[in-house]
């Protein structure tokens, strides 16, 4: 066969030809490549296998071709009648080469096919060549930027048959395409219409897609050539970009795209006229609908979603209203962006596949579906972009924007996709084949990094930190992320002990080269910004007492636990947190719902997103960067199946696992699935002790027809007993983590305790209404509803798991200062704190209690296990010290009894008396204290008989310094009985 096009073509062409059929036919193949997109038909039906295709590749290099069987819908016929509609695609000029052209070939619509038919007297191949014709269609206008134009009028019309012209065709190898196809996924119904202004109809399905709309037109009948036309848009006009009174979408921020599908009514018959594009695709939540006969109603217009079948993996659920809402809006921004290639955006006139985006998602996209095989096929695409000397570009394929070589955190996606290869669904194979391509780029990368790592070359870093945030210098995020995949590259080649030496080797002296150049002797990385310790701190795995750590979270502190980051720090600041045992502050970030935050973008009340935004303060950018629908962001999904959930891979594949649960204090629960490589199910639940829940108010972005969010949630639990105390709640803006929240006092409702104590006290769980019904209106803006509780009874972890078969795990149960810790699987008694006997039971290998993390370590093998962890309250009560400035706070527990909790530390001036407990004066009694306190005592007191900390600038900084007035350090720590 030979390419064929019509090369005269005005519309989206038809090539179409008549086979004769052999008889005694037993099987038929079709083998077809239609550039850019095609649809095909077998004598009259449609066999198209995909909602668009082929996928996109550097077509110099390879050629997608696609297998359909016919065999079907040919038996008994003795001829086939095959039509394929050849479109645009991503063979528009737009996506030529950099001189508007491609190439090594002329004509952006070609096809290539095989028709195989077995018979009785054996097989026949017939293949598209200059005999093949073709004719106009309908489709009269095709682009993946701007829409599609549909002349139903033409239908009917008899169009000429003239023959095509064997062409030249791109130069690449034709491989059966290895991905799977785009397909509808799901298809949405309106939730609202309406009419802003005559004839103009605006559609909100609530949800923010990529896909396209499918029209039925009832009243088309002698409505003949009239456009309907639908303009698809993210989000509806407001400030700073028009009068949100307007009732109109916005467009400004889809940049040249016109994003624009018009249907030309028949209007020869009564009968509905249905339509839906073939050739396009659009990023949207709201379509304006112009030229519509009559009155729009919600069964005439749907919308419909696809994107690359990756199937989805697992599940994801918590306690955490805010996490629940940050995942969905992770899964619909991967989705939409999964298009045969990973692209940054699905909206604008952009779409591409910036290695940068795919990157940083890798981790997240491998734990929330199988991309296994994408992923595989993207390293292909990636390496048939790489130049001969090793670099690669910002994009692949590369068209457009974007350069060679590629910033260094952008080419960082080439290694960090075959680590994640290997890591998620342990695929060693494929790495493998990639390690000649790998070490070319080590070398090009070496080439270009200087002696000073604060001159290392880059040209985007940080990308999109929030305003008014400065943007690190592009050294810092360039030199870390090829420190970062020499240590990626060097798990790969593992077995080749010459290039694992090497590459270790390198990272070490990169590492240093990174600390020299960024790091202060005071410990202060560059510019004391949150990126630069995060980065640093990834490379050096400081501990949590080193002065670095402590500038660290003095640097979140500073902002009240909202990130300053851009893209790369987002990534990293989180996993730092975590493994420095700050969770519940890692938690306070993404469970932040004002500005900036994950949670602003779901919570806030000017167009509250249903995917991840580019920027953290879309809502008020202009147009010239601005999608609502990138994943760039998403990485948060990573830390939160991860560090907060409490899974983790600790072997490649999944062959060995480790389950942390309830590693935060802020969540009370949490069940999580997994599909690939293997099927795991993870859940927990705390019970009994204390428990916090958070949330902000609506309007819902996940269901727009609710005028108010979801209540909130607290519950002690099937083992916890009854709330005994509600030790905080304010509806208003509180701040602060679980264990330390505090009222801002120029937003609270001041009767949000008593109000939550008569809805809660005594009951297992409660059910507590957000939103000024109930609790009024303390401020302007969105208010949000903390509430902390005290079950009466101690602290007791479940947790069910299903380790897949092949694997082992281990499950870290912790003890919260529990004493008399009694350890049980299914019912059975397990292990026994201090007991000297342990009953294994089947799959259950052995069970280690780990003093200095305060939790029992069961080691197994596959199985489904339920563990339930119980105790005694602590018999001793907190102890509370109260220390003058420049003494000594001296902690120490009764004899054979460790300190198992700091659940307070706070150095400088007080408004209050200390109290006891966990009453509300406690939490609001710093008037103005040092923030990196408990965690600097943690690091010197957990797991002590005793300790002593200087009260002093020394120990914690200059902080909430006053002529005259000294500061105080006031701890509650709490001992339990704990040997080693």
Known sequence: SSWVAAVEAKTAPLVTATIELPEGLSESHIYVSGLGWFRMAVNGKDVTPFALGPGWTTYNKEVYYIAVDVTETLRGASTATISVQLGMGWRDPVFASKDGKFPDDKYPRVLRMQVATRHSKGMTVVGTDATWQWQETPTIYDSLYNGETYNASLKDLPQPLRNVTAVPGPAGDMVVQPIPNILVNRTVSPVKISQPKENVWVVDFGENLAGWCRISVKNAYSYVNQPVTMHYAEVLMHEPYGNASSGLPYFGNLRGAKATDTYIINGKDKNPEVYEPSFTYHGFRYVQIDGWPGLVNEEDITMVHFYTAVPRSGTFETSSKTMNAIQRNVWNGQESNIMSVITDCDQRDERLGWMGDAGLSADSLSLNFDMSGFFSNMLRNIENEQGQDGSVPDVVPFVRYGGRPADPSWSAAYPQIAFSLLKYYGDKVTPAKHIPGLMEYVHEMMGRSPEDFSKYPGSYGDWCPPPPNKRVSTAVPSSFSFTNNLRQIAQIVAGNQTAVTFLESTATEYTQRFQKAFLSGSGEYFDNLQVSYALGLTLQSANSSSAEGTNFIKAIHATNCHLTTGIIGAKFVLPVLSSMNEGDLALQIVEQTDYPSWGWMVFNDIEPATAMWELWDAWKEGPGMNSRNHHMFSSVSGWMRTHAVGFNVAASGMKELMFEPARQHGLSWAKVSYDYPRHVEFSWQRHGGMHCAKSAEGPSAINPNLPESEPLQVTCGEHGGTIATV??????????????????????????????????????????????????????????????????????????????????????????????????????????????????????????????????????????????????????????????????????????????????????????????????????????????????????????????????????GNGCQRDGVGRRLRIEAQCSRRHA
């Open 727 to 956: 030790d905080f709640a304010s509806y208003g803006k509180p701040v602060g983590q679980c264990g330390d929240f505090k009222v801002d006092a120029k937003c609270h409702n001041t009767s949000s305790r008593q109000m939550a104590e008569a809805m809660c006290l005594g009951r297992t769980t409660c059910t507590l209404p957000i939103g000024a019904d109930t609790w009024g209106i303390p401020c302007q803006g969105v208010k949000r509803l903390y509430i902390q509780i005290t079950c009466n009874k101690p602290h007791t972890l479940t947790s069910d798991v299903t380790v897949p078969v092949g694997s082992t795990a281990a499950i870290l149960m912790p003890a919260y200062s529990i004493e008399n810790v009694v350890l049980e699987e299914s019912r059975a008694i397990l292990w026994e704190k201090d007991s000297a006997s342990t009953q294994l039971l089947s799959g259950i290998h052995h069970v280690e209690w780990i003093t200095n993390k305060d939790v029992a370590k069961v080691h197994i093998s596959s199985g489904r296990y339920s563990f339930k962890l119980a105790g005694d309250a602590p018999a001793t009560p907190p102890t509370l010290v109260d220390t003058m400035e420049n003494d000594d706070a001296h902690v120490r527990c009764p004899a054979g009894h460790r300190i198992t909790a700091i659940r307070r530390a706070d150095f400088g001036h007080f408004k209050e008396q200390m109290a006891g407990g966990s009453g509300v004066n406690h939490h609001d009694s710093g008037e103005c204290t040092v923030k990196t306190a408990q965690f600097i005592v943690k690091g010197r007191c957990l797991m002590k008989s005793e300790c002593r900390v200087k009260a002093s600038s020394a120990t914690f």
